[in-house]
Structures are given as C-alpha cells and as structure tokens.
C-alpha cells in the first residue's frame, strides 16, 4: 500500500478506513471491531477516521475499547479524528439545536475527551469537521497551534472547507494545513471542477474522499447509466465494481485519499485491490461521462 506523507511526523496509507457507521453495524463487539481493524491491516490499510460525533458520540470509545483490548494495534496505525460539530442528542439534553463550535476552549475540550475515549497519547491528524460561520479564525488558529505544540496533535487539517476558508484559518496559524476531507465520488465530483483539487494541488494539501462510493448510492437503483458504465469497466479490468469506483479517484493527479466505509469484512478485504488498477485516460473518461451523463463539452 502506498504511503502519504502529511508531515516531518505523519505518514497515512493511500487508502483510508473510515469509522462513520461503527456504531450501525449489527455486531458492533470489541472481537468483530478489531477484525475489521486488521481486514484494512492486512492490506495495509492503517489509518482510521473518526470523528468525535460519529455513532452519536460513541465511535471513539467503540474503537477505544478494540485496542484497549489489542493494544499492540496502535503502533500500527494512525488516527485521524474530528471536531466541531455539535449534535442535539441525549448526551447533551441542555442542546437546543446542532450547530458549530469552533472556540479555542470548545476544541481543546473535544481533543482531550477523544484522546481519552481512544486512550492514545496524540491524534496524528486533526480535522476541523465543517466550516462554521462564527469561526474566529485568530482564537481558532491560536487553539490549533497550542494543540501542536503540546503534543495532543501531530498535524492539522480540515474538512469541507473551501479554498477561502482554508486561507482565512491557514493566514492566522503557522501549523500547515495539511490536508481537506472533502466529498468526491463519481455521483458526486464537483470538487475536480468547482476549484477545491485544484486549491488542494496548488497548495500541496492532501485531498481526502469522503463517501468514495457515494455511501453506496453506487450500487442502488437510481444511477443505471453509471452502475452499467461501472460494471463494464470492472469486467474489461477484472475487478469488482467498488474496486472500480475507489481507481477512478485514484487515477486523479490530486493524489486523492479514498476514506472507505464499510462494515463488511469481504468488501474490506477487497480495498487494496484498487490500488493495482491502471486507467487509461480514455478509461477514465468513459466513467466520468456516465457520471455527467453526457459527453464533456
Ligand atoms: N468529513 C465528513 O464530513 C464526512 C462525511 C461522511 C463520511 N466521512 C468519512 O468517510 C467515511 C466513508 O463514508 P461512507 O461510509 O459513506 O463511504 P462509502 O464507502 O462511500 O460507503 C459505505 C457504504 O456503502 C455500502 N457499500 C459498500 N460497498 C457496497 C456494495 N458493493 N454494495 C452495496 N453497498 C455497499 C456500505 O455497506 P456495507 O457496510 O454493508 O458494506 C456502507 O453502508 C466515513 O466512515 C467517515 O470516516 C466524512
């Protein structure tokens, strides 16, 4: 498995394990969450995003409990997580409604609880989950440094940002940005043409790909033209469709980093295999056509 280099301190895998859903699979024991830490292991697949809010708030401390019990697993991986976000949920009663919360002392807090339901020393990436309207960019930024600094964090980054706000945020911090988890997938590729990759590319922040299977959208009933242009390109490749959808991002110059989401050891095993598909460019076209549905200009 190819490596990234997000730092002097952080290397991630090319592909990314994602722990959104955790919380929603069926078996959510310490025994079948550690199973499919090593399903992504076995390929190489050593990092894991979390987020604070994920599972309602109770992702972190399913995945702390896993390495709790292998705790020889967190020399092997790294882990990304989130924050800012904050959820009206029963966790929180005096809540009145979701919003934002990007305050110095709201993300210091966060961190530190993560760090603890995880039971690690630092996360290796922070990410700023969402833009907030009421970031205020110093006190923001100055939180973010301090983090650094103390050792709770190796390296920062953010999430749905665009080039503006990564600008505004990166102008009062001297930790670089290093990396913008954004979504993109062939039912959702704004980002190649809205400026997002290319902000990324110009600025060396390495883009993440939340949803790279459009969390399944791909495999359901309503995108014909794309699951049929997909199931060919995966015979003429000899993969699996998934495998087909997770190259296409990877053939893109922007170095993209697919965050995978699924719950399934089978289709866990199956994420490396995306790595050893080469798309010509013609290749790449015709799945970019079926996603806009008509030829390019
Ligand atoms: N930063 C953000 O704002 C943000 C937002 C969303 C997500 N994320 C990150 O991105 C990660 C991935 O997101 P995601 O889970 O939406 O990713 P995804 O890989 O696009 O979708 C995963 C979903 O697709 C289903 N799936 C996969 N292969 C399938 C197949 N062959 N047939 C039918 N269904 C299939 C999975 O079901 P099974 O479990 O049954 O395989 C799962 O429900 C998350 O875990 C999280 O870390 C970040």
């Given amino acids: 498995m190819e490596r990234v280099s997000l730092s002097d301190s952080v290397e991630l895998s090319r592909i990314i394990y994602g722990m959104w859903r955790l919380a929603d699979d069926t078996d959510t024991s310490t025994k079948h969450v550690q199973a499919k830490i090593e399903a992504n292991l076995s390929q190489g697949i050593t990092s894991m995003d979390q987020a604070d809010i994920y599972g309602d708030y109770e992702s972190e401390a399913l995945f702390g409990k896993a390495l709790a019990a292998a705790p020889h697993l967190k020399d092997q991986i790294e882990i990304i997580s989130k924050c800012d976000i904050a959820l009206v949920s029963d966790k929180y009663p005096d809540r009145r409604v979701k919003h934002y919360d990007t305050s110095s002392t709201y993300i210091v807090s966060q961190v530190e609880t993560s760090l603890k339901l995880m039971d690690v020393e630092a996360l290796d990436v922070l990410l700023l989950h969402r833009p ?42 001297s930790t670089p940005i290093c990396t913008n988890q954004i979504e993109i997938s062939l039912l959702a590729h704004e980002a190649l043409t809205n400026g997002d990759l290319a902000f990324a590319q110009e600025h060396q922040i390495a883009p993440m790909a939340w949803s790279p299977l ?8 309503s995108n014909a033209k794309v699951q049929a242009a997909l199931a060919d390109m995966a015979e003429a490749h000899n993969c699996s469709t998934s495998q087909m959808a997770i190259a296409w991002l990877l053939a893109h110059p922007a170095d993209i980093l697919p965050v995978m989401g699924s719950n399934n050891l089978d289709r866990i095993a199956e994420f490396g295999g995306a790595m050893d598909i080469s798309l010509s460019r013609e290749d790449w076209f015709v799945l970019y056509e079926a996603a806009l549905g008509q030829e390019v200009p």
């Avoid at 459009?214 to 009933?221: E, K, Q, R, T």
């Fill in 132 to 173: 907030d309207p009421l970031m205020d960019a110093g006190d923001t930024g100055r939180a973010l440094d301090m983090l650094v600094e103390d050792g709770k964090v190796k390296t920062i980054g953010v999430s749905n940002f665009k080039p503006w706000d990564i600008s505004l945020l990166q102008s009062r911090m």
């Fill in 214 to 221: 459009a969390g399944g959208s791909l495999f359901n009933g």
